[in-house]
Each structure stands twice: as structure tokens, then as C-alpha cells.
């Protein structure tokens, strides 16, 4: 997938989510899963793509959140510990950050301890590739 993804159908896919909360954690189950199988292959346009119906999920679908949030830090959670891939944990960052952003408290099955790890880890990983240099 080398195009951005698009617009216009992650706009229906999350109208139709908001106006069926019911079919979102199928929906979200799916989008979990494919990220999943695009992490292992390496496909991270894909992996970008789901992230950004993440995204508008968030910002169209905020009464549901609880529906999705599980499945969404399961994705947050696999993209920071990538460590081969900066990219990918850069990406897993920012939906923390967005994912904080939209929604003032996190779900009590998040693991709220292994979050500050992997953020720390990887600053420490970058600041150490700085001195290398």
C-alpha cells in the first residue's frame, strides 16, 4: 500500500461504528488483528493506515471508547516495543499521545507502568544514538 490511506472511507467506516456501537468491538477486533499480521510482515503503511482510523475513531466515537480502548493500547503497547523499528515506536508514542489527549482517564486493564518503561527506554535509545554520532 504505497497511497495514503483514505480519507473518505475511514469517514464511513467510523460513521458507521458511531451509529452501530455495537459492531465496534468487532470492528476493532479486525483492525487489531491486521495490525498484528502487518507488525510480523513488516507492512508499515498498513500499520499507519489502522492507526489512522485509530484516530478518527477517537475523535468521532468518544461516548464508545470504552468499546475500542482495550484493543486500541493492545496496538500502543505492540508498537513500542518495537525495538528493530524507531519508526513504529515513534508511531506507538504519538497514539499515546493522542489517545491521552482525546480521553482524560485510561481503562484499568491498561498497564499504566509499562507505558513511562517503553517511552524512557526508547528516549534512552535515541539520546544514546545522539552520542554515538
Do not use: W
Not at 14 to 34: D, F, H, V
Not at 80 to 99: K, P, S, W, Y
Request: aromatic share 8%; charged share 30%.
Amino acid at each position: 500500500m504505497d497511497a495514503e490511506p483514505n480519507d473518505r472511507k475511514i469517514g464511513k467506516l467510523c460513521e458507521y461504528a458511531s451509529r452501530n456501537p455495537l459492531r465496534i468491538p468487532k470492528i476493532t477486533s479486525n483492525l487489531e488483528q491486521r495490525c498484528f499480521k502487518d507488525l510480523r510482515n513488516e507492512n508499515f503503511e498498513c500499520v499507519k493506515a489502522v492507526l489512522c482510523i485509530y484516530r478518527k475513531l477517537l475523535s468521532s466515537c468518544k461516548e464508545q471508547m470504552p468499546l475500542f480502548a482495550s484493543c486500541l493500547l493492545g496496538i500502543i503497547r505492540a508498537l513500542l516495543e518495537q525495538t528493530r523499528q524507531d519508526e513504529m515506536r515513534i508511531l506507538g508514542c504519538n497514539a499515546l499521545v493522542c489517545f491521552m489527549g482525546e480521553h482524560y482517564h485510561i481503562s484499568m486493564d491498561f498497564d499504566s507502568e509499562h507505558m513511562p518503561y517503553a517511552l524512557f527506554s526508547f528516549k534512552d535509545r535515541q539520546g544514546n544514538s545522539e552520542t554515538e554520532s
